[in-house]
C-alpha cells in the first residue's frame, strides 16, 4: 500500500489563494515608496574594492628600469589571445651602448598590447608573470569612442616614471644581475647610473630628481600607479561629485546606510 503524497511546502488558505495571483506585486508596491537612491556617475565614483581587476600596468624598478623581460608568458596564458608581445635584446636598445638596459637581464618588452576588446579580466596573466612585471590596477574606465582605441599600446599601461627614477635605457647597478632585481635589493638609482644618463642624454627630465635622491637630498623613489587618459580626468569629476554630494540629500542617506 502506497503512501499518499504529501507537499512540503504549507498550503494556502482562502486568502492565499485569492492573493497569490498579485503576489508577485509585493516587492514592486513595497519598493514604489522607498526613496530612490542613483548613482550620480560620473559626477560621482563610487571607489571600487581593492581587490578589484581593472586596467592592467607595466612596473618599473625603483631605479627606473621596466620590470618587464618580453618573456610572452602573458600571452601565451591569456584565454582571449588579447595579449600581443615581442621581445628585444637590451643590447640591442641603444645604438652604440650594449652596456644600456631597459630592463634586468637580457631581454625586454619592446612592443606590449593588450586587447580591451577581448580581454576578460581574468587575471591569469598576472599570474603567469615572472617578475611581477604585470598587474592590475583598480581604474575601470575602458570605454572609447574607436575600436582602434581599445587596443592599448606600451606607453598606455607602462607606469609613470616616480619622483627620483632615472629614465631607461641606462646601465644596471653596478656590481647585481637580475637576481638582485627581483629580490627587490635596488631601491633607488646609483651615481654611476646618473653619470651614464648625463654622458649619454644630458638634456634627460629625470637627472635633477635622480641627482638629488643619489646626493641624499630627496627621498628614495616609489612607484606609482598608472594616471588616467587626458580624456578621463578624475581630479575633474572628484570636483563635481563633492558639489553634488548633498543633492537631495540622497547620498547622505545612502551612506548612512552603506
Known amino acids: 500500500m502506497t503512501t499518499p503524497y504529501e507537499p512540503l511546502r504549507p498550503t494556502r488558505g482562502p486568502v ?6 498579485v503576489a508577485g506585486f509585493g516587492v514592486t508596491f513595497a519598493s514604489m515608496f522607498r526613496p530612490a537612491v542613483t548613482e550620480e556617475y560620473p559626477r560621482r565614483k563610487t571607489p571600487p574594492q581593492t581587490r578589484f581587476h581593472g586596467r592592467h600596468q607595466l612596473n618599473r624598478y625603483a631605479d627606473g628600469l621596466e620590470k618587464c623581460i618580453g618573456c610572452e608568458l602573458c600571452a601565451w596564458a591569456c584565454p582571449a589571445d588579447a595579449i600581443y608581445v615581442e621581445g628585444a635584446d637590451n643590447v ?12 634586468p ?16 579580466f581574468c587575471g591569469l596573466c598576472i599570474e603567469a608573470c ?19 582605441g581599445m587596443i592599448y599600446e606600451k606607453q598606455d599601461i607602462l607606469a609613470p616614471l616616480a619622483q627620483g627614477m632615472l629614465a631607461a635605457p641606462h646601465p644596471m647597478v653596478e656590481g647585481t644581475t637580475d637576481t638582485e632585481y627581483y629580490r627587490g635589493e635596488v631601491t633607488a638609482p646609483t651615481a654611476e647610473q646618473v653619470e651614464w644618463v648625463r ?4 638634456d634627460d627630465a629625470t637627472l635633477d630628481a635622480a641627482a638629488a635622491v643619489v646626493a641624499g637630498d630627496a627621498p628614495a623613489p616609489e612607484p606609482e600607479q598608472h594616471e588616467l587618459r587626458p580624456d578621463q580626468d578624475r581630479a575633474a569629476a572628484e570636483r563635481a561629485a563633492a558639489h553634488e554630494s548633498n543633492l537631495d540629500g540622497r547620498w547622505t542617506e545612502r551612506e548612512a546606510r552603506a
Open 16 to 21: 492565499g489563494e485569492l492573493l497569490a495571483p
Open 105 to 120: 637581464g637580457e631581454r625586454y618588452g619592446r612592443v606590449y598590447q593588450i586587447n580591451y576588446l577581448r580581454c576578460i
Open 199 to 202: 654622458e649619454h642624454r644630458p
Open 92 to 103: 640591442d636598445a641603444v645604438d652604440g651602448a650594449p652596456e644600456a638596459h631597459m630592463s
Open 130 to 148: 615572472p617578475t611581477r612585471a604585470l598587474t592590475m590596477t583598480n581604474d575601470f574606465e575602458l570605454a572609447g569612442p574607436t575600436r582602434a
